[in-house]
């Protein structure tokens, strides 16, 4: 059955500034939503409370109807992946990177299925070998798409993805996450990239002052 990912009257506030005011939002597995709003409306405060990153101040993260608080922390970060607008990269190579997840969990990830993940996230695959530190803002988005497959996550979050990729790159990265969608993930995605939304589809907020504003079938 399909994950599903549910915010309960999220609030969350910053030096006397809300950020969240009180969010309901449920992501269920084989859609996807996009999420627009101001700068510093909120949104990747939101995506991180989703992603475990951050704590609200009040109110719930629901995975699959059960309270993560309350879930194995391990198993939970391997269901949810969040890739954050300019992601760390770990010390080591791409090979390195994509083998992280895995390791973590006792596993050892093939270099050849490696190799297909990060062509899968738009990489040649002789970026296997490089430093992952030294690559562009572009590359690196990608390895850690690349670095989030390599988990199998039924939820995906990712803030502002087409931000550092040109065109082509951007729509093969659409094209995946339909793809992920499709498969029974559900996908969140932060972004103010017309082009994005569009191909994406799905369902579309907006988040402003700390509140989802409207819905609409984009």
């Not at 010390?91 to 390195?96: A, C, K, P, R």
């Not at 562009?136 to 979050?157: D, H, I, M, T, Y």
């Not at 790159?169 to 990239?193: I, N, P």
């Amino acid at each position: 059955m399909p994950a599903s990912l549910e915010a309960r009257r999220l609030r969350k506030s910053l030096q006397g500034r809300v950020l969240l005011d009180g969010v309901d939002l449920r992501l269920d597995g084989g859609s996807i939503t996009t999420l627009s709003g101001p700068s510093g409306g909120g949104k990747t405060t939101l995506l991180r409370i989703l992603g475990l990153l951050g704590s609200p101040d009040d109110g719930q993260v629901l995975l699959d109807g059960a309270d993560v608080l309350k879930l194995p922390p391990r198993e939970t970060r391997r269901r949810i992946a969040l890739v954050a607008q300019a992601p760390a990269m770990f010390q080591g190579t791409v090979l390195d990177n994509v083998r992280t997840g895995p390791r973590l969990a006792g596993q050892e990830l093939p270099e050849a299925d490696a190799r297909a993940l990060i062509v899968r996230a738009g990489l040649e695959p002789q970026f296997l070998g490089q430093d992952a530190r030294a690559l562009s803002g572009g590359e690196k988005l990608r390895v850690a798409v690349a670095r989030a497959l390599a988990l199998r996550p039924e939820v995906w979050l990712l803030d502002e993805p087409t931000a550092a990729l040109d065109a082509e790159r951007a729509d093969l990265l659409a094209r995946l996450l339909r793809e992920l969608a499709a498969a029974g993930a559900a996908v969140l995605v932060v972004t103010h990239d017309a082009r994005a939304l569009d191909q994406l589809a799905g369902t579309h907020l907006q988040l402003a002052g700390g509140r989802l504003l409207g819905e609409k079938a984009a």
